[in-house]
């Protein structure tokens, strides 16, 4: 789906905040995300507390694994290792249908593009593992 | 502005805006010294060795002794685990004052601020402000992905590849959003290029037009290599005292300053800053407007964030900076004077260092000793600071008004 890997990625520092959406990722290929039980909103990156709202009664939900590009950069140089050897590295901000924006990656595959407003899913379980955080292809 | 009244008093901005801004004159206390180190591609020495080179340039500028020095600020992201305090020990200096920046390129901006308030306060008498770094190009990228936790925890493992990819998603959102061109912000770079061909302190000095500006090689598309900053060594220094004892007709006022942290709320990649939070309030309180200043050093780690920060601060309405620039020449000769020693993008960026840069250069343009570059009867300046790049986008944005004093 996209150029071999080469190296190892940097693995996803793990903290009382997060260890939870990646592990789930990790063994599941899926996205939870924090749902404040406060105010209802979600919540990402993953917090100790609602930034909406101050209540700790964070909930992890499962999220569609569903967006839209919002706006996105291909680039081509100034990876550091092993992602330079896959340039060039898709990163969108993207919307996700639980309504809040994220960062991530999107791999774009042989004669596609990445667009603004084109929807987004995740990887899939089978490729989920190779990628440290949550990542993204052009949803067909 | 963006804060949502809990009571049903609804003020027409929130009250804490008014009084941070207000306390920012001082007619007694100001900027009376200034100094640049050199500027270098790889480090010949240590950060603070590059921060002596300035400090002592400073001093001399405000004709004062080494003794005079009870207070000292530092805005660097590099310094630590030293601090304010070690650096004191370093130069042999003892303070009654000494504060550390944590707004990145925003910070040079504040520590001058609260330089002026401690003085106020009584908590010293001069104070030495000074930021830079000693690094090159792969120091920079070796510490990038670790620059603060969400940027090592939810950016870096995707290979994100600094903050060009970041500021290339801004970018590309200005330009669906309200039709921005790069021909348009193209204009910042080559005319602050222009700026640098008469500054020799300036590291990147070879003749830049508008087609080298959008050929250049594709970085982080739609950014390309003249919209980064090149990561170099160097420091800057700002002196703090009583505007009595700046040598005649050096002293500088600081009329109005502002610091914004984490606005807007919410947004991953905004096209907006806490700058529009605090403009009318800076205004208001430096006594006049954008259409009154000589000219502007706005912080340029790139160009799409020039832009941003002209909008926020009032030059022209949000989304309208394309057409702007077209109209305008960012040349120290100009209509309006951008970023007059070439800024970062063409004189390098010596981390915090590039906070500091504008103040130095706008202190310089100020005292009319701009030389070859000197800014025709330069009375009034703005300076912006912008930093602390974290999920998407720099949470801190500060700015000052400066006016020579008579």
Redesign the interface.
């Given at each position: 789906m996209t150029n071999e890997v080469s190296a190892a990625?940097?693995?996803?520092?793990v903290?009382p905040d997060?260890a939870p959406m990646l592990k789930r990722w990790r063994e599941a290929g899926e996205l939870v995300l924090q749902h404040c039980e406060g105010c209802g909103k979600a919540v990402f990156?993953p917090r100790p507390v609602c930034?909406?709202c101050w209540s700790d009664r964070l909930v992890w939900r499962p999220a569609s694994g569903k967006g839209t590009v919002?706006?996105?950069?291909?680039?081509?140089?100034?990876?550091?290792a092993?992602?330079d050897a896959?340039a060039?590295?898709g990163?969108?901000?993207i919307a996700l249908e639980e309504g809040?924006?994220?960062?991530?990656?999107v791999l774009v595959a042989d004669g596609e593009e990445l667009e603004?407003g084109a929807g987004v899913a995740l990887v899939g379980k089978a490729d989920a593992a190779r990628f440290?955080?949550p990542?993204f292809r052009i949803a067909r | 502005m963006s804060q949502s009244p809990s009571t049903s008093r609804a003020p027409a901005r929130p009250v804490s805006d008014r009084a941070v801004s207000d306390r920012a004159v001082s007619d007694r206390i100001g900027i009376i010294g200034y100094g640049s180190s050199a500027y270098e591609k790889s480090p010949s020495r240590s950060e603070a060795g590059y921060m002596a080179e300035a400090a002592r340039a400073a001093l001399a500028s405000a004709g004062l002794e080494r003794s005079a020095v009870d207070g000292i600020s530092v805005s660097s992201t590099t310094l630590p685990p030293d601090n304010a305090v070690t650096l004191a020990e370093t130069f042999g200096l003892s303070v009654s004052w000494a504060s550390i920046g944590n707004a990145g390129g925003a910070g040079a901006v504040v520590n001058v601020f609260d330089a002026v308030h401690a003085i106020e306060a009584g908590r010293a008498s001069h104070v030495l402000c000074l930021a830079g770094a000693a690094q090159d190009g792969a120091f920079f990228?070796g510490r990038i992905?670790r620059f603060n936790g969400?940027i090592?925890?939810?950016?870096?493992?995707?290979?994100?590849?600094?903050m060009?990819?970041?500021?290339?998603?801004?970018q590309?959102?200005h330009m669906?959003t309200y039709g921005t061109k790069r021909e348009q912000l193209g204009r910042i770079a080559v005319d602050q290029r222009a700026n640098a061909r008469r500054n020799e302190a300036a590291l990147l000095r070879k003749e830049m037009t508008l087609e080298d500006y959008l050929t250049a090689?594709?970085?982080?598309?739609?950014?390309r290599l003249f919209d980064c900053v090149m990561p170099c060594s160097g420091a800057e220094a700002i002196l703090v005292g009583p505007l009595e004892e700046a040598p005649s007709g050096k002293a500088v006022a600081v009329r109005a300053a502002a610091e914004r942290h984490n606005h807007p709320?919410?947004?991953?990649?905004p096209l907006r800053g806490g700058w529009e939070v605090f403009r009318d309030d800076l205004y208001e309180t430096a006594g006049f407007g954008p259409g009154d200043l000589d000219f502007v050093q706005a912080y340029d780690d790139y160009p799409i964030m020039v832009a941003i920060q002209l909008e926020d601060l009032g030059f022209c309405a949000k989304g309208e900076i394309g057409p702007f620039l077209a109209e305008r020449r960012m040349t120290f000769d100009g209509d309006l004077p951008l970023n007059t020693g070439g800024g970062q993008l063409s004189c390098g960026q010596t981390g915090g260092g590039g906070g500091m840069i504008g103040l130095t250069e706008a202190v310089r343009q100020l005292r009319g000793e701009g030389g070859a570059r000197q800014v025709a009867g330069a009375r009034r300046g703005l300076v912006s600071g912008y930093g602390m790049v974290a999920?998407?986008h720099g949470l801190s944005a500060s700015a000052m008004i400066l006016e020579r004093a008579q």
């Open positions: 990625y940097p693995e996803a520092r903290t997060n990156y930034p909406h919002v706006s996105f950069s291909v680039i081509h140089r100034g990876l550091p092993p992602f896959e060039p590295i990163l969108a901000e809040i924006s994220m960062i991530a990656r603004s440290p955080l990542t | 990228r992905g969400s090592g925890d939810y950016l870096a493992p995707h290979g994100f590849g600094g060009n990819g970041l500021f290339g998603i801004i590309r959102k669906q090689p594709l970085i982080a598309d739609p950014i709320l919410g947004e991953v990649s999920y998407g």
